[in-house]
């Protein structure tokens, strides 16, 4: 199981699990790479997505450098993707305690690649780290008499 969280990470498979707080499905559209019809999709506020049937022969179709193995993820503030199948009614699930999620299960070959990166590690990269405050050596005073 590998969790991947920056900007341009992604996954493919056979069946891939969708989560977020607020899920985007677009039209249909012909894929030029693909070449057939694709069901995009974009998951914001903390999206998920991980593979939960792997491609047989493992060989990615959309992107070389896409993970494959079953229980992948990725993780970010926006997620975008594409279902070769329809995509099917999101559900509302408990999420956390205090906050609600869109859970979403596609088949048929999904891609899933994150947008935006998960919002808390942008902003450590932003801020100095907390607690790392340097030493000062306070020397003792020494009295001649």
């Avoid at 498979?13 to 069901?39: N, S, W, Y």
């Avoid at 993970?67 to 559900?91: H, M, N, W």
């Avoid at 891609?111 to 780290?129: F, N, S, W």
Wanted: with cysteine; proline share 3%; glycine share 10%.
């Amino acid at each position: 199981m590998l969790i991947l969280n920056s900007v341009g990470d992604s996954i493919e498979g056979e069946k891939i699990e969708l989560q977020c707080r607020k899920f985007q499905p677009h039209t249909p559209r012909r894929d030029a790479k693909m070449g057939c019809l694709v069901h995009p999709f974009k998951l914001s506020i903390f999206g998920k997505a991980w593979i939960t049937e792997a491609y047989v022969g493992n060989k990615t179709l959309f992107c070389e450098g896409s993970k494959l193995e079953l229980s992948d993820e990725v993780r970010g503030e926006a997620i975008d993707g594409f279902a070769l199948k329809l995509l099917g009614k999101p559900a509302v699930v408990n999420a956390t305690s205090s906050h609600k999620a869109t859970s979403l299960r596609c088949r048929g070959g999904v891609y899933a690649h994150v947008e935006i990166g998960v919002r808390e590690q942008l902003q450590a990269k932003k801020k100095p780290a907390l607690g790392r405050a340097e030493k000062v050596s306070v020397g003792k005073l020494s009295q001649h008499s």
